[in-house]
């Protein structure tokens, strides 16, 4: 039998070749409809295929799915519980209803109006509840750019950085997904010539180019995870846009790091990619030296070969491509991020987010962030119309996009799409 991965699946629903959501994608999200209330989808083309509705046929009888209305919840958390082996399960099944040679589906026309959604006619929703939210720091390219605007370009790096996967625990309760507005916070900033600080909205909105991965298996607290393990825990990965106040967090962020600078909002896109899905696109990662500890030490290719690419859209001006990078530039793989999270036996929960850090390439056009972009503000950015950016203005649209290719194979994320909305 063919693997959900074999590029040489088709299936009987029509795909233009650069949609994202090929028959060998499959991504799993939270969706929900005039006629139906939220439940577990998967996106194939332009539509959305309710899951749901192929359990009440019972097109899943064959699988180790005892309580079919998992798919009938407003997150994916219940599904993704009961582990790797029925999410290959369920993501089998799907492949192999949508192939061109399965009739099941195709050949049944009331069902398959049922069960097949056009995207466009649904609101995608947060795909999990999240009960922790970490950032990492994991690009050398951005921690050497930061380092270098803040403090010593000769001594970017903190001694730290290439011993240990740097993070800090981030706010879950402020995610939201594509389409819901960020508002511009207020907080408390010091200019540069002023005695005292000030309070008022962000100068320095920012946005962040980072990917998340989902945890789909807990771990007891006390119990830590190898390198080769934290892969068994991973659901899949999403894009994620970690908003920033460049001016909140540069008066705020010493002793203790990021709080109110970056605790106003994340944006996430709805799909989310399992791992497996990602599985070909595997490539090696960055020669890591000095030699890590061996708690942090792995084998094989960890880095996932994934495109990204952000636009703005100011007001009365065309989207602009302003960020081009990649995920597998990367200096540290989630396999070291988890295995790091949970030495300590720190615990992992089903639906925690674990956000790469902005992903920073090795060119001035694949900065992950408008601090870089433009250099803490010293290069503005030049958009269509002779408009100029330092950093985000109210009403601008930030939508970040991610695609991995091989083999005439496309495997998306589709996008995170954020206006900016004015201080209240
Ligand atoms: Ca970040």
Redesign the pocket.
């Known amino acids: 039998m063919l693997s959900a991965n074999d590029p040489s699946l088709h299936s009987w629903i029509q795909i233009a070749p650069t949609s994202d959501f090929q028959i060998q994608n499959l991504p799993f999200g939270i969706f929900q409809a005039p006629d139906r209330d939220p439940r577990v989808g998967v996106a194939i083309g332009d539509y959305v295929l309710d899951v749901y509705v192929l359990t009440q046929h019972r097109l899943f009888d064959m699988l180790d799915v005892e309580d079919p209305t998992v798919f009938h919840r407003p997150s994916l958390n219940d599904f993704m519980a009961l582990g790797r082996p029925i999410w290959r399960q369920v993501r089998g099944r799907i492949s192999e209803l949508l192939r061109n040679d399965n009739p099941e589906i195709r050949d049944n026309r009331e069902l398959m109006a049922e069960c097949l959604l056009k995207q466009k006619d649904v609101e995608m929703l947060l795909p999990v509840q999240i009960p922790n939210y970490t ?1 990492f ?1 994991s690009s050398i390219e951005h921690a050497t750019n930061v380092g270098s605007m803040f403090r010593d370009p000769a001594n970017a790096l903190l001694p730290n950085w290439k011993h240990l996967p740097v993070g800090y625990h981030g706010r879950a309760s402020s995610i939201v997904p594509s389409g819901v507005p960020i508002r511009r916070p207020k907080g408390q900033t010091k200019p540069a010539n002023a005695e005292l600080p000030i309070f008022g909205p962000t100068q320095q909105l920012d946005f ?1 180019l ?1 990917m998340a991965f989902i945890t789909g298996q807990p771990t007891q607290l006390g119990s830590s995870l190898t390198p080769e393990e934290a892969e068994e825990y991973i659901f899949g990965m999403v894009l994620f846009n ?1 908003w ?1 106040a460049r001016d909140i967090q540069a008066w705020e962020y010493v002793p203790l790091g990021p709080f109110l600078a ?1 605790n106003f909002g994340s944006s996430m896109s709805p799909w989310v990619v399992t791992l497996d899905a990602l599985e070909p696109f595997r490539v090696p990662g960055p020669v890591q030296d000095p030699k890590v500890l061996p708690y942090l030490e792995y084998s094989g290719n960890k880095n996932l070969d994934i495109n990204l690419q952000v636009t703005l859209q100011a007001p009365d001006t065309e989207e602009a491509v302003i960020c081009q990078s990649n995920y597998k530039h990367l200096y540290w793989n989630m396999n070291q991020q988890l295995a790091h999270h949970t030495v300590n036996g720190c615990n992992l929960e089903v639906g925690d987010v674990y ?1 790469s ?2 992903i920073s390439g090795p060119t001035p056009d694949s900065y992950g962030s408008m601090l870089e972009l433009t250099w803490r503000g010293t290069n503005p950015l030049q958009l269509p119309n002779g408009t100029e950016r330092k950093f985000l203005h109210d009403g601008d649209i930030i939508t970040m996009r991610g695609y991995a290719e091989r083999n005439g194979v496309r495997v998306g994320f589709g996008e995170v799409r954020t206006e900016i909305l004015p201080a209240i």
Do not use: I, L, M, N
Request: charge should be negative; aromatic fraction near 10%; charged fraction near 50%.
């Open positions: 950032d720091y962040e980072e970690d920033s970056k956000a850090g902005t």
